[in-house]
């Protein structure tokens, strides 16, 4: 499967970006992670292909994670945006059931990382 970025960005704070993520194939779970300047890759917010969605507390209530199955595309809905949200944002995917959806260990497939710059 090979994963596809896009819409990456500079945004004030307190602005909006969407992300989207097409796949080339069928996925089971498609995933968000970041790393930003000095910082180790994090967990942003996943979604199944059933619709089970899960979030990183530093996101939920900002970001909304979506996912369009007959096109293999999920979509990061990101809004009031803070400084400390810039980073490298990668999508990532896997087409086997695996319980938690937050680790970057359960994910095979990666796409290239898009640049968030949120200026405050």
């Known amino acids: 499967v090979q994963l596809q970025a896009s819409g990456g960005g500079l945004v004030q704070a307190g602005g909006s970006l969407r992300l989207s993520c097409a796949a080339s194939?069928?996925?089971?779970?498609m995933g968000w992670f970041r790393q930003g300047p000095g910082k180790e890759r994090e967990f942003v917010a996943a979604?199944?292909?059933?619709?089970?969605?899960d979030y990183a507390d530093s996101v939920e209530g900002r970001f909304t994670i979506a996912r369009d199955n007959a096109k293999n595309t999920v979509y990061l809905q990101m809004d009031s945006l803070k400084p400390e949200d810039t980073a490298v944002y990668c999508c990532?995917?896997?087409?086997?059931?695996?319980?938690?959806?937050?680790?970057?260990?359960?994910?095979?497939?990666w796409g290239q990382g898009t640049l968030v710059t949120v200026s405050s």
């Open positions: 990532a995917a896997r087409i086997s059931y695996a319980s938690a959806i937050s680790l970057s260990d359960n994910y095979k497939y």
């Open positions: 194939g069928r996925t089971y779970v």
């Open positions: 979604i199944t292909s059933g619709g089970s969605a």
